[in-house]
């Protein structure tokens, strides 16, 4: 066809510039088709137009005028006079060159479903509901059913939604672009969910086309393909309103947080190695996490993702749970369970970088769109992503929607934000010369420390009682402190200068820890900056740095000694808690998140040892106020003595108001016999754990009830005399005639891993 001949037929004659007009929506070149498709005046009455490759013939209903080809092309009219009387939203029919007949509404006869306020807001950053708009919505206009598809890509010449029900053919669908912010819409009618689909992008300066999965796709198919899925509206019923009312006046700071770190792929898999359902897991993983007596949960990013191997930290779905374990109501059951059952849940969350995948955010519209184009700014050499442009306010508006997505739509209890020091420093992992600084001069990434002031604030206030917490591994100030003082804002912040010291310091012979003896005390000189939550999280127990139980040195009953005592150190120290999967009974391999965790070992006494000590340590440390209510407050610990290196000793005090318990620890093999430590008050001392019981695989050596003696010591009224046993911590209390005293933890089976 030439240019004569596409005016020609089209009848444009007397209009603007025709030509140009049919040759960009032919070769899928306009931004607006909606200017040409669909339904227009004309001359003595109006023209019918529809874009369809795959036609052979085309007309109106069923039995009505048939459509003509413009010749060459697979656009075809369809002219009607002043009298005909067609509906608003017509019908189609069409048949294909094997000569069956397709039906179909047309799209190109409904008005935008996006309102110019929501445009706006996106535009300013500020629309927290973004999901409720960009993506994929099945909704019903005029009565007729059907599917809202929409996306920002600025940059595009044109935006199309392809799937099965075109053949992919970025042709038939065509968005439209609302207004100069970049946002594309289009209602499809008669799409359901469940319908597979991605946007076709071109781009507008050098015509490269994309095909890109939604970036705010609610469900994906499962890897390796990587098409979004149209989502059901949800239909879970839940059953957490209690928890959730409850959560919004809870006094998390002062109360136990107990946190069990997990990877669901390699958690538990069914007979054949394949992954369960979120249902399943959630049976299975709230009956351990309550027999071990952790408070919470926290999930690996389970947002999409499309290797493996990334744990889910390399994410291309941020508003989708992964496919890999069920739908988005199978996981709404998932944390459900964990409610009604007393478990919180937490979800690892990454806002740093996304990969370079093709059918991902990288360069989405032809352009580096949701990251820097400069690589100093914009790319992690170290991991092979990309860093979020935190400056634009659609790309911060996409991560704080995202944020708040997950708290509302899955009633999350809080985010643990993933590489947080990665977006605090620009020169983060950099050589000199290979970074920006501010427009100060300095490394700090100032957009990033908005964006998380921002994220922080907005979070808090939309869903009060949930958590944000930091994985931030460096001196920057204030990470727990609110943003009107300068800070954050985060509600926690994993303490890794803690858990770097405590981890070398255990795996050095106990002859040698005398000289090392800094390693446990230094952390309290910082211990009250930050709200710190302690975490021997998945990172220390792979990639070749072996598992908690393997990082112990000595013979076998050394390591699993050495172990008890760290964990009694972790519980009674301040601070929240987190421990990774397979820790709770001394995985004896480090971490591999291809097979699932050697559940065999509780059948080794040792092991069960190891789970009955947590289960147990975590009971007394939710059970004991002084061991919890003032983590992050300086009236909460108070040194007994930090002094005693040559015998590799610590003793310390928690409390809370009238109450305090008094721990001690020895840190090497050999037992300490009357050693005298200064406690506050008159009375009788007991045990209320050690970890050198039999019930936990120990010696068994420690202390009866125990008479406070009214001599001063280490700077104290009265003194106690205790026995310290080999490579352990021991925990005592004063009793109290009037209260009811807890049974001993130990004096009780091991709890039994769920099957």
């Given at each position: 066809?030439?240019?004569t001949?596409?005016?020609?037929a089209?009848?444009?004659a007397d209009e603007?510039?025709?030509i140009?007009?049919?040759q ?6 306009h931004p607006d088709p909606?200017?040409?498709?669909g ?5 003595g009455?109006e023209v019918?137009r529809a874009l ?22 697979p ?8 009298a ?9 029919s069409?048949?294909d060159g ?5 039906e ?5 006869t409904f008005?935008?479903?996006?309102s110019?306020f929501?445009?706006?807001?996106f ?8 999901h ?9 206009v005029?009565g ?8 920002w ?11 099965d ?15 100069g ?8 009618p ?9 946007f076709?992008i ?15 796709g609610?469900?994906?198919e499962v890897?390796?393909?990587?098409a979004?899925?149209v ?9 957490d ?7 919004k006046s ?8 107990s946190?069990y ?12 190695g ?5 249902r ?5 993983l709230?009956?351990h996490?309550k027999a071990?007596?952790?408070t919470h949960?926290e ?10 191997g990334s744990?889910g930290?390399?994410?291309t779905?941020y508003?989708?749970p992964t496919s890999?374990?069920?739908t988005?109501d199978?996981?709404?059951?998932f ?8 478990i919180?849940?937490l979800l690892d ?5 996304f990969?370079?995948?093709?059918h991902?955010?990288a ?5 580096p ?23 634009r ?26 590489a947080?020091a990665s977006?605090l420093y620009?020169?983060y992992?950099r050589?000199p010369g290979?970074w920006?600084?501010?427009?100060y ?7 990033a420390i ?9 979070a ?16 920057w ?22 858990m770097h010291?405590?981890l ?6 106990p002859?040698?820890?005398?000289y090392h003896?800094?390693q446990?005390?230094?952390g309290?000189?910082?211990?009250f ?12 127990v792979v990639?070749g740095?072996?598992s908690?139980?393997g990082?112990m040195?000595g013979?076998?009953?050394r ?13 009674t120290?301040p601070g929240?808690?987190?421990l990774?999967?397979?820790c709770?009974?001394?995985q ?7 097979k ?8 080794r006494a ?19 106020p ?6 992050g407050?300086?009236?909460?610990f108070e ?8 015998q590799s ?10 109450e305090f ?9 050999i ?11 008159a009375?009788t ?12 695989g120990?010696?068994n050596m420690g ?6 003696e009214?001599q001063?010591w280490m700077?104290r ?6 026995t310290?046993?080999?490579?352990a911590g021991?925990v ?7 209260a009811?005293?807890p ?13």
């Amino acid at each position: 066809m030439n240019s004569t001949e596409a005016g020609r037929a089209a009848g444009h004659a007397d209009e603007a510039d025709p030509i140009s007009e049919l040759q960009r929506i032919i070769t899928a070149r306009h931004p607006d088709p909606f200017a040409v498709l669909g339904r227009h005046p004309a001359p003595g009455g109006e023209v019918l137009r529809a874009l369809l490759p795959r036609a052979e013939a085309v007309r109106l209903g069923t039995d009505g005028p048939p459509f003509q080809r413009v010749p060459g092309t697979p656009l075809f009219e369809c002219r009607l006079d002043r009298a005909a009387k067609l509906p608003r939203h017509y019908r189609l029919s069409w048949t294909d060159g094997t000569g069956q007949t397709h039906e179909y509404c047309d799209p190109y006869t409904f008005p935008p479903q996006i309102s110019d306020f929501d445009l706006y807001l996106f535009g300013e950053g500020k629309h927290w509901h973004i999901h409720r708009i960009l993506g994929t919505h099945p909704q019903t206009v005029d009565g007729i059913p059907g599917v809202r598809f929409a996306t920002w890509a600025p940059n595009a010449e044109r935006v199309s939604v392809v799937g099965d029900f075109n053949a992919w053919d970025g042709r038939c669908h065509p968005l439209r672009m609302r207004g100069g912010g970049g946002v594309w819409e289009l209602f499809v009618p008669e799409i359901a969910p469940g319908t597979v689909y991605k946007f076709e992008i071109r781009n507008r300066q050098h015509g490269t086309v994309l095909l890109k999965t939604d970036p705010y796709g609610r469900q994906f198919e499962v890897r390796p393909d990587n098409a979004a899925i149209v989502a059901a509206a949800p239909e879970y019923a839940w059953a957490d309103a209690a928890w959730i009312e409850d959560r919004k006046s809870r006094d998390w700071l002062h109360e136990p947080l107990s946190v069990y770190e997990v990877h669901l792929g390699s958690w538990q898999r069914d007979h054949d190695g394949g992954f369960l359902n979120y249902r399943v897991l959630a049976e299975r993983l709230v009956a351990h996490a309550k027999a071990h007596g952790f408070t919470h949960i926290e999930l690996l990013p389970i947002t999409e993702h499309p290797y493996d191997g990334s744990w889910g930290y390399q994410t291309t779905g941020y508003f989708a749970p992964t496919s890999r374990f069920g739908t988005p109501d199978d996981f709404r059951a998932f944390v459900d369970h964990c409610h009604t059952h007393g478990i919180g849940v937490l979800l690892d969350w990454v806002p740093a970088h996304f990969p370079k995948d093709a059918h991902g955010l990288a360069w989405f519209d032809g352009t580096p769109l949701y990251e820097h184009e400069d690589p100093r700014l914009g790319e992690h050499r170290d991991w092979g992503t990309l860093i979020y442009n935190f400056g634009r306010n659609e790309v911060r508006n996409f991560l704080i929607g995202s944020a708040l997505f997950w708290l509302e739509e899955f009633h999350l209890d809080g985010l643990r934000v993933d590489a947080v020091a990665s977006m605090l420093y620009l020169d983060y992992s950099r050589e000199p010369g290979d970074w920006i600084p501010n427009k100060y001069g300095g490394n700090e990434n100032l957009e990033a420390i908005a964006f998380l002031r921002e994220l922080n604030t907005v979070a808090h206030q939309q869903f009060p009682g949930t958590l944000v917490v930091a994985e931030e591994s460096t001196a920057w100030p204030q990470v727990t402190r609110p943003t009107w003082t300068g800070g954050l804002g985060f509600s926690l912040k994993w303490n890794m200068g803690w858990m770097h010291d405590t981890l070398v310091y255990m795996g050095k012979d106990p002859v040698h820890r005398q000289y090392h003896h800094d390693q446990l005390t230094f952390g309290l000189l910082y211990a009250f900056t930050e709200n710190f939550i302690l975490p021997f999280s998945h990172d220390e127990v792979v990639h070749g740095k072996k598992s908690l139980l393997g990082k112990m040195p000595g013979d076998e009953w050394r390591r699993f000694a050495n172990l008890r005592l760290l964990y009694t150190f972790m519980f009674t120290y301040p601070g929240k808690k987190l421990l990774f999967m397979g820790c709770e009974f001394a995985q004896a391999e480090e971490w591999n998140a291809a097979k699932t965790l050697d559940w065999y070992l509780y059948d080794r006494a040792n092991h069960r040892g190891i789970a009955t000590l947590v289960g147990d340590l975590n009971r007394i440390y939710t059970r004991y106020p002084a061991l919890y209510r003032y983590d992050g407050d300086g009236q909460g610990f108070e040194w007994i003595d930090c002094h005693d290196a040559p015998q590799s000793v610590l003793s310390y005090i928690r409390r809370a108001k009238d109450e305090f318990v008094a721990v001690a620890f020895n840190f090497t093999p050999i037992p300490r016999h009357n050693y005298r430590i200064g406690v506050p008050a008159a009375g009788t001392y007991r045990e209320i754990f050690n970890s050198d019981s039999i019930y936990y695989g120990g010696s068994n050596m420690g202390n009866p009830p125990l008479e406070a003696e009214p001599q001063a010591w280490m700077g104290r009224p009265y003194a106690l005399n205790i026995t310290l046993p080999p490579l352990a911590g021991i925990v005592l209390i004063r009793e109290q005639p009037e209260a009811a005293l807890p049974e001993t933890p130990g004096a009780k089976d091991a709890p039994e891993v769920a099957p």
